[in-house]
């Protein structure tokens, strides 16, 4: 697969962007990500009454001269957080080239700006039933670029099954970070309990939905004999006859549009963050609009 | 008998037709690889769900193709639908004996001859012993007589007495034959057994009637003429019968006979009757000529006063109980039909008496109107009773009682031989009818009709009205109301074995009924109703069925062999059986002497005939070789498009 976006330009492009990760987290020391809690960095957060066994270093002394109490002054914490992206690597992703290399860069920009900010990106390839880490964990741009290289090649086929293979994920941290799942969610099996143990985990979920514009409003009509990508046989139940009628297609566009109004309602129900986009749409602007808009980047 | 595998080239050229059907309705189906199908699984079920109908449509194909595999499949096993199974056997024989009067001809001059029938009998007899033995097949006899029907069906050799004994048992009829009704019973056969034989004995030049069927004609025309009397009609011209015999000669024969006509019963009004001698009047037939039908019909003309056949002028009649017309010395081929017997020459009398208190000329006129069109069946007596005095209770056959009765009438002594109609009666209680007020109108009040009654028949009743009449307050339940004026009974009617009385409680002075027909057909429908004829005709074709009617209780039918049988339900409908005089004896339950009447049964006049042709508009043709042809291309046929149908199926289970 010869992924045309992820180009040095477009990678140059995305320097000027950082995630922007929820605060709540505890993530690791040595990151840029600011946190709630109070730690070491030049950035003040706040004041509070001096407590017996405090450093004395920090009491604010020009306070002290005013109000005659002693207060310390509080600085903000900044971890390094832990970006986990599963990537659907299953037929119906692959089927279509342009799609498959819409979800690769994808991923590989989020795993770009986490790596800039500074974060571990780890990226986990669903097929079969597994979470695969070919990659572990990469710090560094370095690391990073191998891995893209490497991700460019990725073979899509068979099936995905979110629901068993994210738990079955190694190095799942506890609110260490963002997980960004990315899949065009056209799945006979439930992913729903994959999205409730990230969830368990106490991470920040971004689910992203690819679809192409023909899966959203087919263009193809009359008796047709639809082949599923994932069908590992003709006589596969997932392959259906039909005959495809104006009406049937206004009926189908209105169920995708049910379908990612129902996505939409299970993530808003449990905070996560989803977004679903079209592969006509330019990769800039779902990063630099759709994203910024979402607030996951600034 | 079901044949719906024959043609089987119609099943297979159908069974095409339906394979073509299935493929044109059958879709087509491109194959279009997509990312995903679950979307359109999940809006398939959606629609199933809202169209129950959907997953029938599917299967619409599936059902088409079952259809078409079961036909095959049972073209392939050949079902037998045929009750008796179907049979290509050329030992089975079907013998057709024509049973009509024309088969008694026999050799003329020779009464002691073999009849056509016998004939027929005895060369069938002859050839039992070739089919049923030593063909080993099966023998099937029908009789075309007035109907077509088996004597005996399918009798193989273990059967040849009961063939025997069937055949020694048939009687020729003295009707007509039904060649045609037994032709379709042969053809019948000929579905299941398309190689039997049918064999037709007959007297009649019935053409070709196909491969299958042998005709034997068992005319001679060498030995066989005939000369009948084939009917008489009788008119009165100058207050004279004269009878109009039709006579022919059939054959080739050239002679001179004398026909006779003997007058008997005859009675010129002075109640005296009185037989003629028998008069004879010669007939020359000549049929040696061009005649190709071998016939000579003439039509006769005989009367009592014609001097030239022996007659006298005064020899004038009013009515005669019976003439009988033949030729003299006739030994001809059929010696049924050289008599003929004419009736009806007695009329019914029907006796009228008229009594009213204050009386008028309605009743007379309708019953003078009628006498005339009635006076070739009826004789009408109309008597007016002036007095008290001059009023009969006995002797009539309809006694009119109008205003006020005579005493005894209103006391219920009334006469029993006749019909009693009381015209505005002043009081029938002794009659079970009781009379209330006088009802009066200032116009005429139109009746309203009560169920259809044979007394109203050609009568409107609307049409009919009254300015007064008297309310019938209640009547026996043995009377029926026919006319009703203001939901009133204005009419009763009581018909039983013992008593039959017509009630109108108007005055005919206060109607409109005299003013039109519609008391003249009244009467006609009086005398129709109470006084039926017995027979509507006094000669009769051999088989024929005739209605019997009686104005008395019971009517005793005695046929020319003395066999009574007596009818008690009306109209009786009898077949007439034997040839001759039949009598019909009308006893009545009163003391009235018994009204005998009589009937003459001839052979039919077409049956004299001997030479008839009467070629059948059918064709019968054994067919047993295309039979064999087809079952067996179609039985290839259909195993190939069965092993079509089961391939298709299992590629299509397999998804390739």
Known sequence: ?298 | MIKWLMPLGLLGLLGILVLILIYIIRPKYQQKFITSTVLWRQLLKRKRKKLPIEPIRNILVFVCQALAFTSLALLMAQPKLFSEGFVNDETEKIIIIDSSASMLAHTAGDPTSFSRFDRAVREVKAHIDEWLMDDDGTISIITAGREAEYAIADATKEEYTDVVHTLDGLKCSYGTADIQGALNLAEERLFINPAAKIFVYSGTDLGNLGSAVTVRNLANIQNEWNIAVLGCTVSIEESEYVFHVEVGAFGRISLEKNLYIEIKGAENGEDKTFDFPKLYKKVAFDVNSDNLDYSDIQTITLRATDPAIGGQEDWYFSSYAEASIGFVDLEDSIDEDNEFKVYGGVKDKVKIQYYSSKPNIFYYLSFQYLRDPMSKTREIQFNRAYALSEVQNEGHDFYIFEHNLPQNIQSGNAPKDGVLIFSDPNDLSAYGVELGDSVTFNGLKYFEAGDAHPLLQYIDPHTMGVTAYRRITSYDESFVPILFCGGDPVMLVKKTETERIVVMPFSLNLSNLSAGTNLTKFCYNLIQYFMPLTLDNYEFEADEEVNVNCKGTTVTMTDPNGKADTLTEFPATVTLTELGTYTFTTNFSYDKEAEVRKAFVHIPAAESGLFDVEAMNMKLDNTEVWEELGEDLFLYFAIAMLVLFTVEWCLQFKGI
């Not at chain 1, 962007?17 to 706040?46: C, P, R, V």
């Not at chain 1, 989020?110 to 964990?137: C, W, Y």
């Not at chain 1, 514009?213 to 003709?234: F, H, T, V």
């Open chain 1, 1 to 298: 697969m010869n992924n045309s976006f992820l180009s040095d330009a477009f990678f140059s492009r995305l320097e000027t962007l950082a995630l922007h990760l929820q605060a709540n987290l505890s993530g690791y020391y040595g990151g840029k990500h600011q946190i709630k809690k109070y730690g070491q960095t030049m950035e003040f957060a706040d004041f509070r009454n001096y407590e017996l066994g405090d450093d004395i270093r920090r009491i604010d002394w020009n306070l002290y001269a005013r109000l005659k109490k002693y207060f310390l002054k509080l600085y903000t914490d900044e971890r390094q957080m832990h970006i986990q992206i599963f990537l659907d690597c299953s037929a119906s992703m692959g089927m279509i080239p342009e799609k498959a290399r819409y979800a690769v860069s994808l991923a590989a920009a989020l795993g770009f700006l986490a790596i800039r900010n500074m974060d571990k990106v780890s990226f986990h390839l669903l097929k079969e039933g597994k979470a695969e880490d070919p990659f572990g964990i990469i710090v560094g741009k370095n690391k990073f670029f191998g891995a893209i290289g490497q991700l460019e090649k990725i073979k899509f086929e068979g099936e995905a099954d979110f629901g068993t293979s994210i738990p079955k994920t190694q190095h799942t941290g506890t609110n260490d970070g963002l997980s960004i799942v990315i899949s065009d969610f056209l799945t006979e099996e439930d992913w729903k309990p994959g999205v409730n143990f990230l969830l368990y985990k106490r991470r920040q979920v971004l689910m992203i939905q690819v679809m192409t514009k023909e899966e959203r409003d087919p263009l193809y009509s009359g008796r047709l004999n639809l082949i599923d990508s994932e069908s590992p046989r003709a006589d596969d139940f997932r392959n259906i006859r039909v005959k495809i009628s104006r009406s049937m297609l206004e009926e189908y566009s209105k169920l995708v549009k049910e379908t990612i109004e129902g996505i939409s309602n299970f993530c808003a129900s449990r905070g996560i963050t989803f977004l679903s986009f079209d592969t006509e749409e330019p990769i800039e602007k779902v990063i630099f609009k759709e994203l910024l808009q979402a607030d996951l980047v600034n």
